[in-house]
């Protein structure tokens, strides 16, 4: 064989072998399994916080980690199936994100592979950790209280709109927790004095007649319920709420920078990148059961200026002076 040619061989060879040695190192990476029963577009956000608090503890998706990312999108009966595969590949963690319909089934299937989540839920109530302090599992995680702040929710709109005789709450009902905390809701409304009207929506083909239903119900204002699948449709339903001129209160500031009326909840980006820097002590070691479940401790109340002006709306100067975020 000619030199030139042995040369060209030896190229086309290390051409050939490169492909599968790229493919070794890469499965040779540990694999994060991220689950949400939401749609990546709109998470786009809360997946560049959770790669921030991955890098903080020194991990890049593609360099010395993978992530592989599975979205129901709003169709829960997807998640057993995506839980599956993950404990079938033994993945190094698995992060279900957006509270008990996903949480429950990757618990339910995995009782040793590490599990980071994050969500509104009482992990504690739904069996994921012994106590928030000391997990003492194979689970931990941020909860943001997102369900148990509805009350408060409740009262600003009620400081918003004081002569609404009713405020429609919109829940997913394939929340596992939207029935719990629809009765919270009505105990809470109850002893105000205020009357709500729950209005179920199970997918987004729901959301017109939704809102013609809080139409025909006379409502003055609109509580829109944490749930995640709702979050990730935040577009469609600030849309609609500005065309039936109704005023709503959402759980997170996403809603309000979609040209919503008002928020308040948690500020997300922060509890992903907590998300992402427990999945990253794990990867080195850590132990899901020595990391203490972590909560929110301060909380956003964001109001649309331009919002309320469209409305007719006048926001009252006690609610501007808690205000966190205005957007004028």
Same mark, same amino acid.
């Not at 190229?11 to 051409?15: L, N, T, V, Y």
């Not at 829109?224 to 749930?227: D, H, I, R």
């Given at each position: 064989m000619s030199q030139y040619r042995r040369r060209q061989f030896l %190229?086309?060879? /290390?051409?050939f072998l490169a492909v599968p040695l790229a493919r070794a190192q890469a499965s040779a990476m540990p694999v994060i399994g991220y689950l949400s029963n939401g749609s990546p577009g709109p998470s786009s956000r809360f997946i560049a916080g959770f790669r921030q608090g991955l890098s903080e503890a020194g991990y890049v998706d593609g360099k010395n980690v993978v992530i592989e990312f599975r979205w129901a999108e709003g169709q829960v009966e997807r998640l057993p /199936?995506?839980?599956a595969d993950f404990v079938r590949r033994r993945v190094a963690v698995i992060v279900p994100v957006g509270g008990a319909t996903t949480w429950v089934p990757v618990k339910a299937a995995n009782a040793t592979i590490p599990i980071v989540f994050q969500g509104g839920s009482d992990p504690v109530k739904l069996g994921l950790v012994a106590n928030l302090g000391h997990p003492g599992g194979n689970a931990t /995680?941020?909860?943001?209280?997102?369900? @148990? #702040?509805n009350p408060k929710r409740l009262q600003l709109l009620r400081e918003l709109v004081p002569a609404a005789t009713m405020i429609s709450v919109l829940v997913n009902a394939t929340d596992q927790y939207? @029935? @719990?905390s629809a009765n919270e809701l009505q105990a809470a409304a109850r002893a105000s004095g205020q009357q709500i009207h729950i209005v179920n929506a199970r997918s987004e083909h729901d959301f017109d007649a939704a809102f013609t239903e809080i139409r025909a119900k006379r409502s003055s204002a609109l509580l829109?319920?944490?749930?995640p699948f709702l979050l990730s449709r935040r577009a469609q339903l600030v849309a609609l709420a500005a065309k039936h001129a109704i005023p709503a209160c959402y759980g997170f500031? @996403?809603?309000v920078d979609a040209g919503g009326l008002m928020s308040y909840g948690v500020n997300l980006l922060v509890v992903y990148r907590q998300v992402g820097v427990y999945a990253g002590r794990i990867l080195k070691g850590a132990r899901p059961a020595d990391l203490p479940v972590l909560q929110p401790t301060a909380f956003e109340l964001a109001i649309? #200026?331009?919002t309320a002006k469209a409305l007719g709306i006048? %926001?009252?100067q006690p609610i501007l002076l808690r205000a966190t975020r205005v957007i004028e």
């Open positions: %190229i086309a060879a /290390g051409s /199936g995506f839980v /995680g941020v909860t943001s209280n997102s369900t @148990e #702040l939207a @029935e @719990e829109v319920s944490p749930a500031s @996403e809603y649309n #200026l331009k006048k %926001i009252p």
